[in-house]
Each structure stands twice: as structure tokens, then as C-alpha cells.
């Protein structure tokens, strides 16, 4: 049992709740929440629980009416949007059912393009970027556009993509939904291989138990709350 694990991310007490033809709307109620290094984590439960809208709060992609996200101590809604901004390219990676590349883009460029927004050099970025394509199993789809690839090809460009600013941590939003069972489980392979080898931390939004009983921790969310969070046996 490695004791050296620190956390990456703390979710303290927190709430989000919108307002919809004329009343509040309570998504997320009190929730906390601790990433560990190298954990490799799941949430699941019905739709409509809150599993997407932590996702993108813990991601920074929205912002909670209450509570505290802390990265490494850091509350990141404290920052600046610029300093928020520049925070979540640098630091977080994210994968979506739909993988959100840009058509008109090769794999390659794709996968560039977090890096160059980033600042990073073109010839580092392109470096990163052809490592990590050749790491997810695309040597020979570096120059294909999206719609040159399959499902699963196209997933793993955003997986690889996700990766190239080196974060700690990957958010991922039913990362599989979209594909079917053979593929899935190449994807899901892949992403225990990258927990294992880079020792990066996976928070993994799903609705396939069988994925989440593969994972060190999972924890089911009911009713914007967390109903268990526990340690998986093998």
C-alpha cells in the first residue's frame, strides 16, 4: 500500500443549484470529496443525480453556488477567469463521450493544440503530441482527420490529447458511452495502463458498474449527494 499519495483534489461542502422557471433547483447538496494521487476513481448513478455537474465543477468548467474545490490547497474559484483559464489548460485533463475534435484538424494537430494554446513551443508540442498518439496505438493515424478514424481511434486522440499538458488528474465523462463493448474495453484498458504506468489520477463519470468495480474506489451518487464511497476488493 503506497502511504506517499497526497490528495490533488479536496471538494469541500459543495453545492450547485440553478434557477429554472422561477424556483431553485438543487443539483449537487453538500458534497465531499477527496483525489489522491494515482487514484483511479469512479462515479455512478442514474441520470440526473449530479454526476456530470460535479464533473464539471471539480473540472472548473462551472462554478458551485457554495463550497470549496481546492487543488493541491489551492481554491481555485479564488483565481482570476484569466488565472483560471490558463489553471485548467495547464493542469487538467478531460475526456468526453464525444470526443470534440476539430474536423478540419489532423490527429496530430489535435492533439497540439492544448500545448500551443498553452504557449508551449511548436516543435515540444509536436514532440509531446506524436509520443502520446504513439502511446495510445496510432502511430499510423498521426495525418487522419476525425472523420478518417473510428469511434474508438477518435478516443483515443482525445485521451491522448488530455494528456499532452502532463496533468495530474484526467476528468472522464462517460469516455465509452458512445462505443460499443470491444472497443470500450480497449479504451478502459487504456486508461488503467496510463493510471498504472504515469501514475496520473482518473475521476471516471459512468453507468457501466462493471467498469467502476475495476477501479480502487468508486462512489454512487444519489440525489446530488454521495450515498457510498468506498474501497473495492479485488
Known amino acids: ?29 453538500g458534497v465531499n470529496f477527496t483525489v489522491n494521487s494515482g487514484d483511479l476513481v469512479s462515479i455512478v ?9 460535479l464533473l464539471h465543477v471539480a473540472g472548473t468548467l462551472d462554478k458551485p453556488t ?12 479564488a483565481m482570476s477567469e484569466k488565472e483560471l483559464a490558463s489553471f485548467r ?3 487538467l485533463g478531460f475526456v468526453f463521450q464525444f470526443h ?20 508551449i513551443d511548436f516543435s515540444l508540442a509536436r514532440e ?27 478516443q483515443r486522440v482525445a485521451i ?22 470491444r472497443t470500450s474495453d480497449g479504451v478502459h484498458e487504456l486508461l488503467f495502463r496510463l493510471n498504472t504506468e504515469r ?13 467502476a468495480k475495476r477501479m480502487t474506489r468508486h462512489v454512487v451518487m444519489r440525489d446530488g449527494q454521495m450515498f457510498t464511497q468506498s474501497e473495492v476488493s479485488d
Open 1 to 29: 500500500m503506497n502511504d506517499d499519495r497526497k490528495p490533488v483534489l479536496e471538494i469541500q461542502d459543495l453545492h450547485k443549484t440553478y434557477y429554472h422557471m422561477g424556483k431553485d433547483v438543487s443539483i449537487l447538496r
Open 160 to 181: 491522448a490529447r488530455s494528456l499532452v499538458m502532463e496533468p495530474r488528474l484526467i476528468f472522464a465523462d462517460e469516455p465509452t458511452g458512445n462505443l460499443d463493448e
Open 89 to 91: 489548460n495547464a493542469q
Open 45 to 53: 448513478g442514474k441520470s440526473g443525480v449530479g454526476k456530470s455537474t
Open 199 to 211: 501514475q496520473l489520477a482518473f475521476v471516471i463519470v459512468t453507468h457501466s458498474f462493471a467498469l
Open 128 to 154: 509531446r503530441a506524436e509520443s502520446l498518439l504513439l502511446e495510445v496505438g496510432l502511430k499510423e493515424r498521426l495525418t487522419h482527420r476525425p472523420g478518417e478514424l473510428s469511434g474508438g481511434e477518435q
Open 100 to 119: 470534440h475534435l476539430l474536423p478540419e484538424f489532423t490527429a496530430l494537430e489535435n492533439v497540439m493544440l492544448p500545448a500551443l494554446i498553452g504557449r
Open 66 to 77: 457554495s463550497g470549496r474545490v481546492l487543488y493541491e490547497g489551492q481554491d481555485v474559484f
